[in-house]
């Protein structure tokens, strides 16, 4: 799946930026300036004989004549091209190595310097490099980058600089391949975590089999002669025409379930947390790079909002209950519903939502929940799970987001997923040593048990609950999940 989400190779012919950019663009190397500073040494003898300021002349008009050589050996502009080509997709947090082809039409060896102009999403600085390219035969430079934004990114021009034989001038121009990527939400799982989850969805559909129960829910099984106390809408009118006596249809517990994947993009989504960058796997093979963007260092802190560690949760999430049998639909909002998807199931469902989830956006303004609720409710008239993941603001009143999930739970089943700090229980929990910390703690305390008496309110109504931080998000949401579809709760 990886695979098909990176981004087309996108190639483009050198052009000079100016308009008379084959004069403009041509400059002056540090040798040519050094044997130019080594002509004016001849004038400083030249106060006690002219002699030597006729030898500077000579020496500067051979200079020149050299210079104007290698002027005239450079290629023009429209004889290179450049293609730029990303070997991993761009993903939020992981390394990504992006190819830079250059070839060249002419019958010289060039010496080639490369700028790529990259978003600042993806490397702090652009990646830089020199290349030996051979007539018609591409040379390649790779840079390794990191991308700490999620979303659409527009990619600069391809800088090159070219120099002569005698390195005493060159020329500069841009190749701009229009180029357009996405960054996606992180959506690596550890071999050993997607084995095990796995395991337990085969287990829970095992037990399913053994415990499949006729009558109940609305799926059809077969077909059965007319009893007396059957209800006339399960009655088969055309197996009835066929066989010139009551047939009535025999329905099933429903295999595939419809699952709401819910995520919560208001103000508090927007809380920014750090995290390490995960080293890459040592199995993994790769040529080495020679550029490395400062954020491919292991003690490099990746910040991250609430929001991509959602976006990140709601793709596992999504992947787990397909691979389960169940159908996942999506829904993001803010003030407003920014992203929606019907429950679908398959590959292609799989893409449409890592797309939605990618351009994902955290409001400044808070969520409204209500308005959310509502809308799901409208979309969702059959009876499924929604997995809702937020934050509770800390306030004096009930919280929307407790109303709606209530208001939720009278026709699905709505797993609540609460994201928490530990910070606020480790100062809560904190020996205070001046008045300052004192009340920090007894503000955290009250904090705490306000919570508590919400989230024990929304569990005496039927709404499920779990508490998590960002981190452990991803692993405690799919975790409760296979727990709902294990216990047939659904």
């Known amino acids: 799946m990886i695979q098909t989400l990176i981004p087309s190779p996108a190639t483009a012919e050198a052009r000079y930026k100016a308009?008379?950019?084959?004069?403009?663009?041509?400059?002056?190397?540090?040798?040519?300036?050094?044997?130019?500073?080594?002509?004016?040494?001849?004038?400083?003898?030249?106060?006690?004989?002219?002699?030597?300021?006729?030898?500077?002349?000579?020496?500067?008009?051979?200079?020149?004549?050299?210079?104007?050589?290698?002027?005239?050996?450079?290629?023009p502009a429209h004889f290179l091209r450049a293609t730029r080509t990303f070997i991993d997709s761009p993903v939020l947090g992981r390394e990504t190595r992006i190819e830079i082809a250059v070839e060249h039409s002419t019958n010289v060896i060039l010496q080639v310097h490369i700028a790529d102009?990259?978003?600042?999403?993806?490397?702090?600085?652009?990646?830089?490099?020199?290349?030996?390219?051979?007539?018609?035969?591409?040379?390649?430079?790779?840079?390794?980058?990191?991308?700490?934004?999620?979303?659409?990114?527009?990619?600069?021009?391809?800088?090159?600089?070219?120099?002569?034989?005698?390195?005493?001038?060159?020329?500069?121009?841009?190749?701009?391949?229009?180029?357009?990527?996405?960054?996606?939400?992180?959506?690596?799982?550890?071999?050993?975590?997607?084995?095990?989850?796995?395991?337990?969805?085969?287990?829970?559909?095992?037990?399913?089999?053994?415990?499949?129960?006729?009558?109940?829910?609305?799926?059809?099984?077969?077909?059965?002669?007319?009893?007396?106390?059957?209800?006339?809408?399960?009655?088969?009118?055309?197996?009835?025409a066929r066989r010139a006596k009551v047939v009535t249809r025999e329905f099933t517990t429903e295999r595939s379930q419809q699952v709401w994947i819910v995520l919560d993009s208001g103000r508090l989504s927007g809380t920014i947390f750090e995290m390490r960058r995960r080293t890459p796997s040592a199995s993994r093979s790769r040529p080495a790079p020679t550029f490395r963007d400062a954020a491919s260092d292991e003690s490099f802190l990746l910040s991250l909002t609430q929001l991509d560690q959602a976006c990140s949760a709601g793709i596992a999430l999504a992947q787990t209950v397909m691979q389960a049998g169940d159908k996942a639909g999506l829904m993001v909002y803010g003030r407003a519903v920014q992203q929606q998807m019907l429950p679908a199931t398959g590959a292609g469902?799989?893409?449409?939502?890592?797309?939605?989830?990618?351009?994902?956006?955290?409001?400044?303004?808070?969520?409204?929940?209500?308005?959310?609720?509502?809308?799901?409710?409208?979309?969702?008239?059959?009876?499924?799970?929604?997995?809702?993941?937020?934050?509770?603001?800390?306030?004096?009143?009930?919280?929307?987001?407790?109303?709606?999930?209530?208001?939720?739970?009278r026709r699905h089943l709505v797993l609540l997923v609460v994201l928490n700090h530990p910070e606020i229980r480790a100062t809560a929990a904190r020996e205070p040593q001046t008045a300052a910390q004192m009340f920090e703690s007894a503000a955290a305390q009250e904090v705490i048990e306000r919570r508590r008496q919400i989230l024990a309110g929304l569990r005496s109504k039927g709404v499920l609950v779990v508490e998590t931080t960002p981190g452990a998000l991803r692993t405690d949401a799919i975790n409760e999940y296979l727990e709902v579809k294990a216990r047939g709760l659904l």
């Open 117 to 240: 102009d990259l978003h600042p999403a993806l490397a702090q600085l652009p990646p830089s490099g020199t290349l030996s390219v051979f007539p018609r035969d591409p040379a390649r430079i790779v840079f390794t980058v990191t991308p700490n934004r999620r979303g659409d990114f527009p990619l600069g021009p391809i800088w090159l600089r070219w120099s002569g034989r005698l390195r005493l001038a060159e020329r500069r121009a841009l190749c701009d391949p229009t180029q357009k990527i996405r960054v996606y939400p992180t959506m690596e799982r550890s071999a050993d975590n997607t084995a095990l989850y796995l395991l337990r969805i085969r287990q829970i559909e095992l037990q399913r089999r053994r415990l499949r129960l006729t009558g109940a829910g609305r799926e059809f099984d077969h077909l059965r002669d007319y009893r007396a106390g059957d209800e006339l809408r399960n009655i088969s009118w055309p197996a009835t």
């Open 19 to 75: 308009r008379f950019g084959k004069f403009l663009g041509t400059i002056l190397t540090a040798r040519t300036l050094l044997l130019f500073f080594a002509g004016l040494l001849c004038a400083i003898p030249g106060f006690f004989g002219l002699h030597w300021l006729a030898l500077m002349l000579v020496w500067d008009a051979v200079v020149l004549i050299l210079v104007l050589t290698d002027i005239l050996s450079l290629p």
């Open 349 to 409: 469902a799989l893409r449409t939502m890592i797309d939605a989830l990618s351009t994902a956006r955290v409001e400044g303004s808070e969520a409204d929940h209500l308005r959310a609720a509502a809308r799901l409710g409208q979309l969702q008239r059959r009876r499924s799970l929604v997995l809702w993941i937020t934050e509770m603001a800390d306030s004096a009143r009930r919280p929307d987001v407790a109303d709606a999930a209530v208001d939720l739970a």
